[in-house]
């Protein structure tokens, strides 16, 4: 009789709560850090890791956006404050104070780290090219700068951060070939064989060096748009694999537009891109730094009304790329996919390129709330009702 009786009270605790988990959540519009609502990692954890970049001063513990990274990433790379004109300002001055805060956070929640960036044209310390006798620096100065910057930081972190873009945007926008930047002026084609591909070869030895067991990534933008620029790309990566340079793999930023460009062009990108595990064979596609502008590049309008039919255009563009990403994944071709923010309120397309331009191209919203895109992220069939849920 006791445990009839315990067993029918264990049976009216359980229904409900069974009940409640095929019902799905009470809203599809509630806050990222909800429990009602899935994780973006757990939900991708067969496919790739998923994460965001942030900045370390919007970490406060139990702050709205601390819950809710920690909830849905598994790999962090900070926006800003890794870069080498924060970390070595000045000659012989290293400032760690926000990459060891970064560092500290990754390893507090159990995240993978990206390190970004080395070796870029921007946000790069302006005396790394001058000479010590006045004048531009010479091809010696400036790789002993480079060589001196990357053992240092990544020496720091051996072993801790996991992945680096040893460099970042090297391929010209406009005219084909490289970018012209001080680092191909001052370095050049050092070693003769007619391209300037020269100064990425030591920036990836040196890296290899510093932390021989880091994931060393080659990063640039529009490749997944752009087939001009994306062969340029694939042609210096594929010279320097063949001339055995240690790089790991390709990140493809992907800072795309709604709808632009489609999904079979973004794929075509990462198979292209992917086929260079001919050469090596451990050689990865990763998605650095992905968000979906609501406006075409130079659209001069400030504002969008987000109208149900704009939210599910978002939504379904959305659901699409990780659909694909989720196919590309299973290929062996994608290892990771990293947005670059992680809510509305903190996006550097707000405001750039266009100025008081307002943007929303992330899965958050300005008050952390889930939007149509999430649930699309999560299962395509859900976005009705998550679009439904937001009148
Ligand atoms: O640190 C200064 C601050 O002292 C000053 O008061 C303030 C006034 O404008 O500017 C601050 O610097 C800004 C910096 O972000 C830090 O907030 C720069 O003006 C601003 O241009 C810079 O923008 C960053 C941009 O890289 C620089 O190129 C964006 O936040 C950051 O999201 C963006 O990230 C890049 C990736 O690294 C590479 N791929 C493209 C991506 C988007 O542009």
Redesign the pocket.
Known sequence: MRITVMLLAMLLFFLPLCARAEEGPSSYHLPAYDDQVPSLREAYADFFKVGAAINTFQLQEGSDFYKTVIKHYNVFVT??EMKPQYINPSKGTFSFDAPDRFVAFGESVGASLRG??LVWH??VPQWWFKGENGGTATSEELLARMEEYISTVMGRYKGRIHTWDVV??AISDGSSGLRDSDWVRIIGDLDGDGNAYDFMEYAFRYAREADPDAQLIIND?SLESDSRKLNDFYTAVRTMLEKGVPIDGAGI?A?VSLGYPSIATFEQAIEKLASLKELNPSFTVQIT?LDVSLFAWNDQSKTKEMTPELQQKFAEYYADLFTMFKRQAEKGNLDMVVT?GVFDGSS?LDGFPVSGRTNAPLLFDRSFMTKPAFWGVIDPALIPEAIAALE
């Open positions: 926006e800003n970004h960036t921007n946000q970042n945007e933008y930023q800072h730094e670059w550097w």
